[in-house]
């Protein structure tokens, strides 16, 4: 995986943000599941095809409450066809609560 920061534009909206690029194991590693879309085909993984899976933070920002499957989105001067959407993770750790009996 490699990743940087940048700026991803939709329309007139812009986001920045880290783009990572990866082969579906990092979105097994990191326990990602998808809400929308798909991840890479073995196609566009071997052809490098600019083909991207956003997280829930980069919908927001560029799409609102849209759904980007479909749409198309541009970081730097590459064009990118979004195919996916990640579930988002939040912020909060699993917790646990234990009650006494009264």
């Not at 927001?60 to 066809?81: D, T, Y």
């Amino acid at each position: 995986m490699v990743g940087k920061t940048t700026t991803a534009v939709y329309q007139a909206n812009n986001w920045s943000t880290v783009v990572n690029g990866s082969s579906n194991d990092y979105f097994e590693a990191g326990n990602w599941g998808l809400a929308a879309g798909r991840l890479f085909s073995e196609t566009e993984e071997r052809a490098g095809k600019a083909v991207c899976v956003i997280g829930e933070s980069v919908r927001e920002k560029l799409f609102g409450r849209q759904n980007p499957v479909g749409s198309e989105i541009r970081i730097k001067q590459f064009a990118c066809e979004v195919i996916g959407l990640l579930k988002a993770k939040g912020q909060s750790a699993m917790a646990r609560t234990r009650t006494t009996p009264s």
